[in-house]
């Protein structure tokens, strides 16, 4: 019994059974059943501030089991961020700051858009990685500046979905001690018990990942505090498995999967407000003693944030270097835009036969020299996806100082981390595997679209030029897929010189995600008609060979379908062929009609366009006149050496300078 904390979840459970009648949508379930960790959490377990929630030494909660929605936002606004009840009047409601599930930018305290369940506890390990390497980077022997844990509440939602899997047992592996995720254990998801689809012991579970496994009860307060000082010691991540009872309050439903996901309707409105004491003809009720209890212990939390910039001004007094490098970690996307600029760029001699992967190790590597926050890893392709930082000590549990992550075979689980990393703030996070498995990490680069940060995907082996690995190697549809999804930007180089600008594009970037598509195969770089590619480039295409002022012809081409399309047009020399490399079609696109004009070299209509891409035609359609003007690979490539497989498939210089000679 706390008298103070019980108001805390009494409110939670006015405020989550009242804003979702009036939204007539929503999940009651959660917030319900969990009431009691929402008050001991932010009343005494996290180290926050409501009144700063970007405190860079915070602890970060993450509500994995997003469709709890209302736990997060009655637990803020009772506990004082800056989140009236106003907005949780407007729950899901378009232009609330609480939408239906937790999103990234639009709710002070909300560390993460979750929802899509078992990546939220998967980005939360990226934060706990991230935190180990800040302090690592930055603690002195007198000063900690860096020391906050990473929570996250999962249901069995998320320990079902594949992803947990993977990324607890990499933090397992990578002994990740300040990583505490509350498991709500009640047992029900939509269909009903979870005993129709899951019956394994999640204890035993987590326990052979090497976890320490803490059970306990959603109800006791002391209980559940004592568990949380039992998971900071040990070393390892712990999972705490509260019993509890989803929906509980609410007589009619409680204990089944009827309080899962829909609202309680009128009468069940009243009969649980009955239950809980409360008086049914009060919406939106607060506890006073609920406001009380945290405008006291804001008091507290000010002063831990207070104690920490008192530390952290005596550390960067100290310290004047670390705090120099300190600041540069935690520069917007986390890179010096300045410093970006003036970066020394590789450079490749014409002629000069790369890969584009090759060339981007090249690039990573430079910009690694310059950017020591800039850290990542591949899901066991280090030397194929060539994403290996020379010097870089592989990071582990004795090596926090460590830059590259060996993510191991789980690709989903690796880009939710690569997210993690990059919420986290203080590093910039790469991750990287084949193209064509970019469709194992497709939720996770979805959310960095959706949450706009700008995580880097290097996905190289970028077409069927893979060649003796065969169709299930060979991506056809995967960049189109890509490029349909908001907000991703798909770099698509053509040569090693423009694989370093495709670099510099990418960290440029900050409010969204860039695939890298690189080549496995060798390319010649080739001289480039622009004089002033480089910034031109940055709109997302160029003039590589401009032929004249009024081309007959102008074969848009990306990758290493640029060298292609610059062959074709030598073999028709009776065309006035302009080749132009589009490294990014999207964003060439969403340029204004006279620059993409004056790329191409004609307004719509008055010049020919042709399309060379080795993938499928979509999207292209809209750029030519004819469909016989788009070279494209329509079906799923074969196993072959590389170049009979493009002649097989029709997919060659010849081929193309036929379609430019029409
Ligand atoms: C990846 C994904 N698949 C499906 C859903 C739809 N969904 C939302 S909640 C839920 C069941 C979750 O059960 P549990 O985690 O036990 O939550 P509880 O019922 O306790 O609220 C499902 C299938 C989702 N949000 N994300």
């Known amino acids: 019994m706390n008298k103070e904390l019980d108001a805390v979840a009494l409110s939670v459970r006015s405020l989550t059974i009242d804003a979702i009648q009036k939204a007539n949508s929503g999940h009651p379930g959660l917030p319900l059943g969990a009431a009691e960790l929402a008050a001991v959490l932010y009343g005494k377990i996290l180290r926050h501030n409501p009144a700063n929630p970007s405190w860079l030494d915070r602890d970060r909660f993450v509500l994995s089991a997003g469709h709890g929605s209302m736990f997060l936002y009655s637990i803020l606004h009772l506990s004082g961020y800056d989140l009236p009840l106003e907005d949780i009047k407007n729950f899901r409601q378009i232009g609330s700051r609480c939408p239906g599930h937790p999103e990234y930018g639009y709710t002070p305290g909300v560390e993460m858009t979750a929802g899509p369940l078992g990546q939220g506890v998967s980005t939360a390990v990226g934060m706990a990685i991230a935190e180990t390497m800040l302090a690592d980077r930055f603690n002195t022997a007198e000063q900690k500046i860096v020391d906050h844990y990473t929570y996250a509440l999962v249901g069995e939602g998320c320990l079902m979905e594949g992803i947990s899997s993977e990324t607890s047992s990499l933090a397992g592996t990578l002994k990740l001690g300040k990583l505490i995720v509350f498991y709500d254990e009640n047992k029900i998801s939509i269909d009903g018990s979870t005993d129709l689809s899951m019956t394994e012991d999640i204890g035993k579970r987590y326990e052979a990942y090497g976890w320490q496994v803490l059970r306990g009860d959603m109800y006791d307060y002391d209980g559940i505090e004592r568990l949380v000082a039992e998971a900071k010691k040990g070393g390892r991540p712990s999972i705490i498995m509260l019993k509890s009872i989803i929906g509980k309050g609410a007589p009619t439903v409680a204990g089944s999967n009827k309080a899962h996901g829909a609202p309680l309707g009128p009468d069940g409105c009243v009969d649980s407000k009955k239950c809980l004491g409360l008086d049914p003809s009060v919406n939106f009720f607060v506890a006073p003693e609920a406001y009380a209890y945290f405008a006291e212990r804001c008091k507290a939390f000010a002063k831990a944030e207070a104690d920490w910039n008192a530390t952290f001004a005596a550390w960067s007094a100290k310290n004047p270097d670390k705090r120099a490098q300190w600041d540069a970690f935690h520069a917007d996307g986390g890179i010096d835009a300045a410093a970006l600029e003036s970066a020394k760029l590789p450079t490749f001699a014409a002629g000069e036969s790369i890969a584009t992967r090759t060339a981007s190790n090249t690039a990573l590597n430079a910009f690694a020299a310059d950017f020591p926050g800039l850290v990542g890893g591949s899901a066991d392709l280090q030397g194929p996806n060539a994403v290996g930082i020379k010097g870089a000590a592989a990071y582990g549990p004795a090596s926090r100082g460590g830059r590259y992550i060996h993510f191991g075979v789980r690709e989903f689980g690796m880009a939710a981390i690569a997210n993690g990393i990059q919420l986290h703030g203080g590093f910039r996070s790469f991750c990287a595997t084949f193209l064509v498995f970019a469709d194992y990490l497709r939720p996770a680069l979805r959310l960095s679209a959706l949450m706009k940060i700008p995580t880097v995907f290097v996905l190289t082996h970028d077409s069927i030029y893979v060649g003796e690995d065969g169709p299930t190697h060979q991506p056809v549809e995967t960049i189109a897929s890509l490029r349909v999804m908001p907000n991703v930007r798909v770099l698509r180089p053509a040569d090693a010189e423009e694989t370093a600008i495709a670099w ?19 390319i010649a770089v080739f001289p480039k008609d622009d004089p002033d590619w480089k910034r ?21 081409a990306t990758g290493s379908e640029v060298s292609m399309a610059l062959a074709a047009a030598a073999l028709v020399p009776q065309k006035k062929v302009r080749v132009v490399s589009v490294m990014s079609k999207e964003l060439f696109e969403s340029q204004p009609e006279v620059i993409r004009d004056a790329i191409v070299g004609g307004k719509k209509g008055s010049v020919r366009i042709v399309t060379a891409e080795a993938g499928v035609r979509s999207g292209w359609e809209g750029w030519v006149a004819s469909p016989d003007d788009i070279l494209s690979i329509d079906r799923f490539g074969e196993s072959g050496p590389a170049n009979k497989v493009a002649a097989h498939l029709g997919f060659t210089a010849e081929k193309l300078a036929e379609i430019i000679a029409k």
């Open 536 to 556: 031109t480039v940055e709109c997302g295409a160029y003039v590589a060979l401009k032929g004249t002022d009024r081309p007959d012809v102008t074969v848009l």
């Open 504 to 522: 510099k594009m990418a960290l440029a970037r900050k409010d969204g995600p860039i695939c890298l598509a690189l080549t496995r195969q060798n």
